[in-house]
């Protein structure tokens, strides 16, 4: 379990700074948790990368094509 030492103490008969983040056995990281002399560590995770969907490249629009022009034709006399 990770934890912040607050206090100078001895942890497995080794001197251990104020400060110090350590990763102890379970039963001895809480038996200092609660004699006040660590905290739990925060741990920072890394930002999950957020998955966006793959996109397919859509084709470019292409020009409308020209509307056909109508004629009218006059009646011949």
């Known amino acids: 379990m990770l934890v ?3 206090r100078q103490t001895m942890v ?7 400060g110090s983040t ?3 056995p379970a039963d001895t990281a809480t ?5 006040g002399k660590a905290t739990k560590a ?3 995770q890394p ?3 957020e998955l966006t969907p793959p996109t397919t ?3 470019e629009p292409e020009a409308a094509p020209a509307k056909p022009v109508r004629t ?4 011949a006399s």
Not at 12 to 17: D, I, K, R, S
Not at 31 to 35: F, P, S
Request: net charge negative; hydrophobic share 50%; proline share 16%.
């Open 4 to 6: 912040t030492v607050l």
């Open 12 to 18: 497995a008969g080794e001197p251990v700074n104020a």
């Open 22 to 24: 350590l990763d102890l």
């Open 31 to 35: 038996l200092l948790i609660g004699i």
């Open 42 to 44: 925060e741990v920072a």
């Open 47 to 49: 930002p999950e990368a």
């Open 57 to 59: 490249p859509q084709p």
């Open 72 to 75: 009218v034709r006059k009646p």
